[in-house]
Each structure stands twice: as structure tokens, then as C-alpha cells.
């Protein structure tokens, strides 16, 4: 399993990034994929997860209404559209795929390598 992340980089306050995570070597109809960040001195928090086989979607509390995930069947892509960001949105942002429980890191099989966001003016 495989999964390569993409798309980071630095933005100003309500600016937007599109981040991707290119995705291989698994069933993907029996994973839920997901975004998870951490910032400098905390713990790695999930973002959001979406289920392959019928695009359910998970957002936590903190990006409902400005981040958007999504998939790409076709191109076993993964995708993270963040809108109107702030500086606490600022954190390496890993993609991660699961076949069980989407809100608990932990139970997480693969992981991808962490890409940088920074908000700041």
C-alpha cells in the first residue's frame, strides 16, 4: 500500500489549497481514506474521511464548511479542497487509509509522508 501526498504550501489568510494524495497497491472498495494534521507540539488530529465504495463523508468540528473531501475512482486519488483557511489551519496535513473505525488514528494501516500548510499574512 502506498499513498503519496501533495499540494501543500504557503497561503495568507482566507486564501485556499488543493491538497492530493495519490493512492496504490490496495482494495480501495474496503477503505475509508482520510486527512489528519499536526501542528507543531500537538497531537496528529483527523480532518476528514470519506468511505471508497459510496463517497461517505466524515468533517470534523473545526473545517466543516471550509474544507471539502473528495475521490477520485479513476485516478485512485484522494483530494482535500480548503477554503477560507486560517493561521490555526497551519500543520502537516498526511493522508492515511483504514478499514475500521475513521475518526481513530490509530487504527490507521498506511499513512502517507505529511505535506506542509502554512497560513500566515
Known amino acids: 500500500v502506498q499513498l503519496q501526498a501533495s499540494g501543500g504550501g504557503s497561503v495568507q489568510p482566507g486564501g485556499s489549497l488543493r491538497l492530493s494524495c495519490a493512492a496504490s497497491?490496495?482494495?480501495?472498495?474496503?477503505?475509508?481514506m482520510a486527512w489528519f494534521r499536526q501542528a507543531p507540539g500537538k497531537e496528529r488530529e483527523f480532518v476528514a474521511a470519506?468511505?471508497?465504495?459510496?463517497?461517505?463523508?466524515y468533517h470534523s468540528d473545526s473545517v466543516a464548511g471550509r474544507f471539502a473531501i473528495s475521490r477520485d475512482s479513476a485516478k485512485n486519488t484522494l483530494s482535500l479542497s480548503m477554503n477560507s483557511l486560517k493561521p490555526q489551519d497551519t500543520a502537516v496535513y498526511f493522508c492515511?487509509?483504514?478499514?475500521?473505525?475513521?475518526?481513530?488514528?490509530?487504527?490507521?494501516?498506511?499513512w502517507g509522508q505529511g505535506t506542509q500548510v502554512t497560513v500566515s499574512s
Open positions: 492515511a487509509a483504514t478499514r475500521h473505525n475513521v475518526y481513530n488514528r490509530r487504527s490507521y494501516e498506511c
Open positions: 470519506i468511505l471508497w465504495r459510496n463517497s461517505l463523508r
Open positions: 497497491g490496495f482494495t480501495f472498495s474496503s477503505y475509508a
